[in-house]
C-alpha cells in the first residue's frame, strides 16, 4: 500500500491517517487467518456469520470516502447488498480496495471540509449529524475497533490465533 504524501503533520488526516495505517495492520492480521470453510459460522443465533462480520469490518474502511464526499448517507435512498467472499483471499482483496481508497480520500481532504456537517438518516428519520471528523472518528473508526473486537472473540472461540492487536496477545506473546 503506498503512503499518502502529507504537506503538513499538523493536517487533520495526517492524524486520522497514521491511526488508520495502523489499524489498517491489526485488521489485516485478524482477517488474513480467518478460515473460509468457516465463514458461516457464528457463536450464537442473533451473531453475524464470520463472514458477514468480517466483510462488514473491511467495508466500513470505505465509509470514508462516502463520508468525506458526501452530506448524508441515507438508508431510504441506497440499494445496498453485502459483499460476501468465497475465500480470505476475496476478503482481502476487498479490504485492501477500501483501506488504500480511504488513505488516498483522507490524504486529499483539506482540514475545512472535517468540519463540514453529515447526517445519518433513514428518510426523514435523522440518526445524528455532526462534524465529518467526528463521524470518523466514532461512526468509522470506532466501529471498525468494536466489531474487530467481536472478531477476535470468534477468533477464540473457533481457536483461531489471536494477533496481538494493542500489544501482545495469548497467542502472540512478543511482538
Known amino acids: ?15 486520522l491517517i497514521n491511526e488508520m495505517k495502523n489499524e489498517i495492520e491489526s485488521t489485516r492480521k485478524c482477517l488474513e ?23 462488514h469490518i473491511a467495508e466500513m474502511f470505505g465509509w470514508t470516502k462516502g463520508t468525506m464526499e458526501n452530506e448524508e448517507l441515507d438508508f431510504a435512498k441506497m440499494d445496498y447488498k453485502p459483499f460476501e467472499p468465497k475465500t480470505t483471499a476475496e476478503l482481502l482483496e476487498f479490504l485492501d480496495k477500501y483501506t488504500t481508497e480511504a488513505l488516498e480520500v483522507l490524504d486529499g481532504t483539506p482540514d475545512e471540509d472535517f468540519m463540514k456537517t453529515w447526517s445519518l438518516r433513514n428518510g426523514e428519520q435523522v440518526y445524528f449529524t455532526l462534524p465529518k471528523v467526528a463521524v470518523m472518528r466514532s461512526f468509522v473508526l470506532n466501529h471498525i475497533y468494536h466489531h474487530r473486537g467481536q472478531l477476535t472473540v470468534y477468533m477464540r472461540l473457533l481457536d483461531v490465533p489471536v494477533p496481538g492487536v494493542y500489544g501482545p496477545s495469548a497467542d502472540e506473546p512478543t511482538m
Open 33 to 55: 487467518r480467518l478460515p473460509a470453510e468457516k465463514f458461516s459460522w457464528k457463536p450464537h443465533d442473533k451473531s453475524m456469520e464470520l463472514g458477514r462480520l468480517a466483510s
Open 1 to 15: 500500500m503506498s503512503s499518502p504524501s502529507t504537506a503538513s503533520n499538523n493536517r487533520i488526516a495526517t492524524s
